[in-house]
Structure formats: C-alpha cells, structure tokens
C-alpha cells in the first residue's frame, strides 16, 4: 500500500515537474489563465492539448497568458490574477480548487477568499471562467481510507463554487461525474 502510493506520488510530481502552461504570444484578443496543474497542463501529452490552448483556439484568441502553477491553491489565485498584463480580455479562465480539496480545506472559506479575485476578473471580461476539479474521491492516487471523505468534500466544493458563480455572474464547469459514471473510477489504469 505505501510503495504503491509512494509511487503513484512520483509520478505525479514527475508530470508536475515536466509540464509547461501553454502561452501564446500575439496579438488581441487575449487569454488570461491562473490555476493549478490543471491550469499548466498537467496530464496533457503536450501544451498545445491542454484547456487552455484548446480554449484559445475555440475562442479564436491571438495572445494567452498563463501564470498557472502546479501545487497552486485558491489563496494562490489574487498574486497569479495580478500578473496579467491586459486592461481586458476576452475570456480569463481559473482552474484551480484540488489542491484546496486534497488538504480538506472548508469550502465555504476557500469560496469567499476566491470571491474578490473573481469580482476582479470580471471588471476586466465579460467571460470569466471557473473550472475545479472532478471527483476527487474517484482518484486512485489516493488509499481508498480517504476517498470517501474527498467524494464528500468535492460534493461540497462544487455547490460552493456553483453558487458563487451564480452571485457573481460567471460560469462554473462542474466537472463532476458520479461515481458509477466516472471513467476515473470505472477504468482507473486507463
């Protein structure tokens, strides 16, 4: 049990180690990103795949900055927000919220310190983006003792995330899937 979460740990912080957020320097529109490993790419097999390329290119979007960092928590978010360089932009998208589940943060606080770093964001587009994470508690990067209480957690973080949007008047990606959905959990080494 410990080698196998040992070595799962490794080949996280490998893939961490290894990935590079996507930029793209160019002219208007521009993309702002800040975010977590999600928001760097994580997992992608190369930049040009990730979330926020594949959303520039959707948007048609000519510049892209991305101050994404992996291992980046919600109290992370104002400093990598203050990096941008544009008056506005057409989208900005955060994506950040595991690691702030991964270390049982409470929700409703992490949705409040996010609050004024997304009323920010929408004084500077009319798109503002919030995507988290999916079900945490469907990862087998963790021993299965503590999946049930990431499931339960994550369940909270969304209705959180879901109603802050709705207050501020930005989109929420609930990337959630239920359990006996969750390609995750239904094919774990796939």
Same mark, same amino acid.
């Given at each position: 049990?410990n @080698?196998l979460?040992?070595s799962? *740990?490794?080949i996280s912080?490998?893939?961490?180690?290894?990935?590079?957020p996507y930029? $793209?320097t160019g002219?208007?529109?521009a993309?702002l990103?800040v975010g !977590?490993?999600? +928001?760097?790419g994580?997992?992608a097999?190369?930049s040009? !795949?990730?979330?926020a390329?594949?959303l520039?290119s959707?948007l048609n979007?000519?510049?892209?900055?991305?101050?994404?960092?992996s291992?980046?928590?919600i109290?992370?978010m104002?400093?990598?927000?203050?990096? +941008?360089?544009?008056?506005r932009y057409?989208?900005?998208?955060f994506q950040v919220?595991a690691?702030?589940?991964i270390? @049982?943060?409470?929700?409703?606080?992490?949705a409040m310190?996010? $609050?004024?770093?997304?009323?920010?964001?929408?004084?500077?587009?009319?798109?503002v *983006?919030h995507?988290s994470?999916g079900n945490? +508690?469907g990862?087998?990067? @963790?021993? $299965?003792?503590?999946?049930p209480?990431?499931?339960a957690?994550?369940?909270?973080y969304?209705?959180?995330f879901?109603n802050?949007?709705k207050?501020?008047?930005i *989109?929420y990606l609930?990337l959630?899937t #239920?359990?006996e959905n !969750?390609?995750?959990? $239904?094919e #774990?080494?796939e």
């Amino acid at each position: 049990m410990n @080698f196998l979460f040992g070595s799962r *740990i490794h080949i996280s912080r490998t893939l961490a180690r290894s990935a590079k957020p996507y930029q $793209k320097t160019g002219a208007s529109p521009a993309l702002l990103v800040v975010g !977590d490993s999600t +928001g760097v790419g994580v997992g992608a097999l190369q930049s040009e !795949d990730s979330v926020a390329a594949l959303l520039a290119s959707y948007l048609n979007i000519g510049s892209v900055e991305n101050y994404s960092i992996s291992g980046a928590q919600i109290k992370d978010m104002e400093a990598q927000f203050a990096k +941008g360089t544009c008056e506005r932009y057409a989208a900005i998208l955060f994506q950040v919220g595991a690691n702030d589940i991964i270390r @049982f943060h409470s929700s409703r606080k992490v949705a409040m310190a996010l $609050k004024p770093t997304l009323i920010k964001a929408k004084e500077k587009s009319d798109l503002v *983006i919030h995507m988290s994470a999916g079900n945490v +508690g469907g990862a087998i990067l @963790f021993p $299965k003792i503590l999946r049930p209480f990431y499931h339960a957690l994550t369940l909270r973080y969304h209705k959180a995330f879901t109603n802050l949007a709705k207050e501020i008047g930005i *989109i929420y990606l609930n990337l959630y899937t #239920p359990p006996e959905n !969750d390609p995750f959990i $239904k094919e #774990p080494e796939e």
